[in-house]
């Protein structure tokens, strides 16, 4: 394991504590650095520590065996930021490794969070949604799980698919093949996108069934001052109460800038901006063309 020690934050923590068999998707939204790649990943590694246990022929050992695909919308965002976060965390010549050939590909292995003498074998399939083989790979794949990185950006038929091959895999061995493995459903994660974006539609439109969603408090809090002026504040603790913004913003404890961070950000910034990506509120998609 990585030298961090994972905290989660409010919205993560109910995100994991979701009870499994309630969902087949859970979506977290929020603006930029807010955590939510980590809050991701590191419930997938909770959900393959409840795995039932079977002997892996070659070495003896006792291992929670599950299998993960893992999908971004292109390869170069795929290898510099979710792989990259992924090896942060589950570090590459410590326990992982990565192999590089299309489709990457990956394996995980530590001893299980259960202390009890188990370990935890997660394999990895990293894809590229946009990729020509994409759907093709799936097909190839029995998926205990599945993760979408930045999930508003890609087709939501892409994201259907990938839930087709969730609840497939049965690792290979005698025992197992009667056991019940379990099924761990799509995580998403996404900053906020446009009203006319799939996620809008299924978030705060037709709410289907066994989808949950995890909202993250905004990082700014937009008001006035006593003159009528706009002013942007930071949602820290104090403010969050004022203005009942449903917790502080989360994760600006580890960014090297703090505050900083999102208030620097608003120099310049359009209002639609300021909305999506500071505020965590929907954009709203502007019709007609422009009038000079």
């Known amino acids: 394991m990585s030298g961090y020690k994972y905290i989660p934050p409010l919205t993560g923590q109910k995100l994991h504590d979701a009870r499994l068999g309630t969902y087949l998707y859970k979506g977290i939204r929020g603006v930029p650095g807010s955590g939510k ?4 990943i590191q419930d ?7 795995q ?7 070495t003896g050992k006792l291992v929670r065996w599950s299998n993960w695909a893992l999908v971004r919308q292109s390869f170069g965002a795929l290898k510099e930021s979710t792989i990259k976060t992924w090896c942060n965390w589950f570090p590459v010549g410590v326990m992982t490794e990565v192999h590089e050939s299309p489709p990457i590909k990956g394996r995980f292995e530590a001893p299980s969070l259960r202390n009890d003498g188990t370990w935890v074998r997660m394999d990895l399939t990293f894809l590229a949604a946009e990729a020509p083989n994409y759907e093709n790979v799936l097909d190839g794949l029995e998926l205990s799980g599945g993760y979408v990185n930045e999930a508003a950006q890609i087709a939501w038929s892409k994201i259907h698919k990938l839930q087709e091959r969730v609840g497939r895999f049965k690792p290979p061995g005698g025992a197992a093949a ?21 996620w809008y539609q299924l978030e ?42 449903g917790g502080p913003a989360e994760n600006v404890e580890h960014h090297n800038e703090g505050w900083d961070y999102y208030e620097k950000q608003l120099v310049g910034a359009s209002e639609d901006y300021i909305r999506m990506r500071l505020l965590n509120e929907y954009g709203r998609e502007k019709g007609g063309l422009p009038v000079y």
């Not at 790649?37 to 991701?40: L, S």
């Not at 949602?235 to 203005?243: A, C, G, L, R």
């Open 37 to 40: 790649t980590v809050v991701c």
């Open 44 to 50: 997938m590694f909770f959900k393959a520590n409840m």
């Open 52 to 58: 039932p246990a079977v002997q892996d022929v070659k």
């Open 178 to 198: 009667d056991m019940d493995f379990l099924s761990f459903g799509v995580v998403m994660d996404t900053n906020t996108p446009l009203e006319t974006s799939w």
């Open 204 to 245: 705060q439109v037709e709410r289907p069934d066994r989808m949950l969603w995890f909202i993250q408090p905004p990082a700014l809090i937009k008001t006035k001052d006593a003159l009528g002026n706009v002013i942007y504040l930071r949602n820290d603790e104090e403010n969050s109460k004022k203005y009942n913004t």
